[in-house]
């Protein structure tokens, strides 16, 4: 018998039992995903059950549509705000969160710019034919290579993350005989959580220069002003000026806002004590998407509005024209673009003692289902890295079976392989069912890895109700390919 239970005590408190278990909660889901008459999860019309049989699974299955949506609504929302006060926004769709030739290309045809941060990702543009105009190189220890190839690529911007690093730049483009633009990444103070952002004066972290204290190397500047004072001074060395990211999965526009008035407020000072103009201020990425329905992201142009109102009345303030503003998202572009399709394998019911704050008596255990699927930490380290919260829905049927805590674990030798830590399924899901997991868009795919020998997924993309691949699955010629073979023993 498969026990069943409405609200389990197991279940974080966050988590509600869903009152039905067949609806799609529409902010994770990519549009044109929706269930289908005969109650199939499909998108833009095509069922899973198709896309599992023409591709396999796991499978990255990505709505082209929905990607390109959300790129222009980024790209239209800080345009519409920012009109009046800089002209509009450059957007830089950050590859990091999930790159390949095609995307690129999407990317593009919309009107963004778009981020990299290694030699390989620059490849990527490369071969999808992206001007060097419209890309920008990030990176705390880019390689002399990679500050090579970014000249070679007449990169429109360099993000220079540390003094050692802007004198190594300098000294590649003066070797070249070439002038290198380049922006500082600076480090506010400002960390935002994702319901909060808290200021700090000191930085304790790898990324970018800090704004506060005396740098070591010079009594009385920050590492951020000696940087500038560098900058201007090299002949092979354009400053085009400030640069900050404050975090990652960020819903209140209040953190943004915060780090936008610190660096103008720089800026401005910069610009009068060095008699410069710094023509442009890039205040990063980091904008939230729902993992799960307890998530609320903000709408962009709500953002856009939020940050707009601080720029115009701190430039104000300060007597400045505004430079022109960029952004850099990612997740937010990506991440609701795509769901993961995996099939069910092994189901297994544990007796687990109820959490003290329960309030159970003692020697009473709840049921905890555990849910294998075909993939797992190799296709989704997030829940692994960053303890992330992630969603299912069974995607094969709809059922009008209880709900039943579930925990949807991979398939790798690893117990902390956790795909999903908690969720209400169906109790009768079953072996040979597909699950769907919504939001796999931005830092799945990117940080897969061959744990265990597995193949790498494919990702899928669907428009148009045709669906194809992006990037193809990997196969087991694949797998053995940089093996040397055992005549190399
Ligand atoms: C990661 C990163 C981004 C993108 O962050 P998202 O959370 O995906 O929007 C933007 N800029 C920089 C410098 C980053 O490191």
Redesign the pocket.
């Known amino acids: 018998m498969t026990e069943t239970t409405g609200a389990s005590p197991l279940a974080p408190e966050w988590l509600a039992v869903p009152s039905d278990l067949n609806a799609l909660h529409a902010p994770m889901w990519a549009a044109g995903v929706e269930r289908n008459d005969g109650g199939e999860l499909a998108i833009d019309g095509i069922p899973v059950s198709e896309l599992k049989a023409q591709f396999g699974s796991p499978l990255f299955v990505m709505s082209e549509t929905d990607f390109r949506a959300r790129a222009r609504a980024f790209k239209d929302a800080f345009d519409a705000a920012f009109e009046d006060i800089c002209g509009g926004v450059d957007v830089?769709y950050?590859g990091?969160?999930f790159l390949c030739t095609a995307v690129a290309s999407w990317v593009a045809e919309e009107g963004l710019r778009l981020?990299t941060?290694s030699g390989g990702e620059l490849a990527v543009a490369a071969r999808a034919g992206i001007d060097g105009a419209n890309l920008g190189l990030?990176g705390n220890n880019k390689s002399d290579a990679e500050i090579n190839r970014a000249l070679d690529m007449k990169l429109g911007r360099i993000?220079v993350d540390s003094l050692d690093e802007l004198e190594r730049v300098a000294k590649i483009a003066s070797g070249r005989g070439e002038v290198a633009k380049v922006m500082l990444?600076l480090t506010p103070g400002v960390h935002a959580h994702t319901h909060e952002f808290i200021a700090t004066a000191h930085e304790d972290q790898k990324?970018g220069l800090s704004m506060a204290g005396d740098s070591t190397e010079e009594a009385g500047l920050s590492a951020a002003e000696e940087a500038v004072a560098a900058a201007t001074a090299y002949d092979s060395v354009e400053l085009l000026g400030l640069?900050c990211?404050i975090?990652?999965?960020?819903f209140e526009p209040e953190g943004f806002a915060l780090a936008a008035e610190k660096l103008l407020t720089f800026l401005a000072a910069m610009q009068s004590k060095y008699s410069i103009t710094l023509p442009e201020l890039d205040l990063?990425?980091?904008?939230g998407i729902a993992y799960t329905p307890v998530d609320t992201p903000r709408p962009a142009a709500e953002i856009a509005q939020a940050m707009a109102a601080v720029v115009r009345s701190t430039c104000a303030q300060l007597g400045i024209t505004s430079p022109r503003i960029s952004i850099?998202?990612?997740?937010?572009i990506v991440?609701s673009s795509t769901f993961t399709l995996y099939e069910v394998g092994t189901l297994k019911t544990v007796r687990v003692d109820a959490p003290e704050a329960a309030g159970a008596a003692e020697n009473v255990t709840f049921p905890r289902r555990y849910v294998s699927v075909d993939g797992g930490m190799s296709d989704n380290a997030r829940p692994v890295l960053y303890d992330a919260d992630y969603s299912a829905v069974l995607a094969s049927r709809t059922t009008l079976a209880e709900p039943q805590l579930s925990r949807v674990v991979g398939k790798h030798c690893e117990s902390g392989d956790i795909v999903v830590r908690d969720v209400y399924l169906p109790a009768d899901v079953a072996a040979g069912d597909l699950l769907a997991v919504p939001g796999t868009g931005?830092?799945c795919w990117a940080l897969s890895s061959n744990y265990n020998y597995l193949a790498r997924p494919g990702v899928v993309a669907v428009r148009g109700g045709t669906a194809r691949w992006i990037v193809r699955g990997e196969t087991e010629e694949d797998l053995l390919n940089r093996d040397m073979g055992v005549a190399n023993v």
């Open positions: 830089y950050a990091k969160s981020d941060c990030h993000v990444r990324f640069h990211h975090g990652s999965q960020i990063g990425g980091g904008y850099e998202p990612g997740r937010a991440g931005a830092y």
